[in-house]
């Protein structure tokens, strides 16, 4: 009997090792991927909350946020943006590529609206409106 108790409390030590850390299907097929080498900016602030999934097809999503940078020679928009549930990044503050119309219509202090292309981790804005 003892060794039926020992056997089994380590297949159920195995078993919740294994499980540890592990993501549901679904969300790691959904989620976005690290950012890639060369993005304009390393985000700031808490990215616990944020998915870090394998490469995977360009999507859509939308945020709203305030712009605290613009760098036209990058191409680049600094946003401290709220939730991007469809990306699933928790508030913060991160540079986005831009095309140079998009980043000349903005300045820092505006509050915007923007809608982003996410690939491999990282977001390009596609569109951004000024609130």
Same mark, same amino acid.
């Given at each position: ?22 993501e ?10 690290? #950012?890639a &080498? @060369?993005? !304009? *900016? ?5 990215? +616990? ?5 394998? =490469? ?28 991007? #549930?469809? &990306? @699933?990044? !928790? *508030? ?5 590529? +831009? ?5 000349? =219509? ?8 923007f ?17």
């Open positions: 009997m003892k060794r039926t108790v020992l056997t089994g409390g380590i297949l159920g030590a195995v078993l919740a090792l294994a499980a540890c850390g592990q549901s299907e679904t969300t790691m097929a959904e989620a976005p991927a690290a #950012p &080498a @060369g993005t !304009p *900016a390393a985000p700031t602030g808490d990215m +616990a909350g944020m998915n870090r999934a394998g =490469s995977q097809a360009a999507k859509t999503a939308k945020g709203t946020g305030t712009v605290k940078s613009v760098d036209a020679g990058a191409g680049a928009i600094t946003v401290d943006h709220g939730p991007i #549930p469809e &990306a @699933g990044w !928790p *508030a913060m503050t991160m540079a986005f590529k +831009a095309t140079p119309d998009l980043v000349q =219509s903005v300045k820092p202090g505006d509050k915007v609206a809608d982003l292309t996410l690939k491999d981790g990282s977001g390009e804005i596609t569109a951004i409106v000024r609130q």
